[in-house]
């Protein structure tokens, strides 16, 4: 799967990008990752890429011009920042990250995790024109309050998208099984334990449930069943 995200902070990815099962799904190339800084789309000496709102208010809004102009390079043309070329991709989703959008969830995660490629813009200021929201097939925020930008949401995204991919994991059942609590919509996790088996904590001992040393899977199954939510 190919993720291309566009911001005008592409070094906040360094890190995310270069770590742990993400870097590795790179590597083995389950996934391909692309940081794209809007500014090369920009005119002028200074790459502008907000202004102020027409109307007046406070803040500035990101333009619309950039963003279309990245757009239209990466669905359609080969850029100096890639380092293959572009494949045609028969199913790809644009993606604006804004508090506005639906609220994202382990339902839409599984949902983006079937297309091919998934095109990121991260939002900043007072947010983007409205313009942009005819090029995006999808407006999604991680929840009621505002960050900001949406460089964040972004990396929330592709994590949860790829961890659902065949082979992000090493452990796959551990995946059927998160996948079982999100079609139930189950909404609190069972308690979870391990070594050691006596835990002292200010003075006080707390021990493994015996249920979970008994070696029974069926009773386990059926004491985890009972403390889901």
Known sequence: MR??????????FDS??????????????LNTFFVHDLRQWAKGIHKQVDDRPYGGGPGMLMMAEPIVKAIKALKHKNIKTLKQKNKKYKNTKII???????????????????TER???????????????????????????????????PAMVIIEAVARLLSGFVGNQESLK???CLIEKKIKKEYPQYTRPEVLEIAGRKYRVPKILLSGDHKKIIEWRDKRCG
């Open 16 to 29: 995310f990008l270069n770590e742990s099962l993400i870097k590795k799904s790179a590597e083995k190339r």
């Open 96 to 114: 604006l990250l804004s508090p506005a959008g639906k609220q994202f969830t382990g339902e839409l995660a599984k949902k983006l995790s079937q």
């Open 118 to 152: 998934l095109i990121f813009i991260c939002g900043r200021y007072e947010g983007v024109d409205a313009r942009i929201e005819k090029l995006v097939d999808e407006k999604i925020s991680l929840g009621p309050y505002v960050l900001n930008g949406g460089e964040l």
């Open 177 to 179: 099984e998160e996948t």
């Open 3 to 12: 993720f291309d995200i566009i911001t005008i902070f592409p070094k906040l």
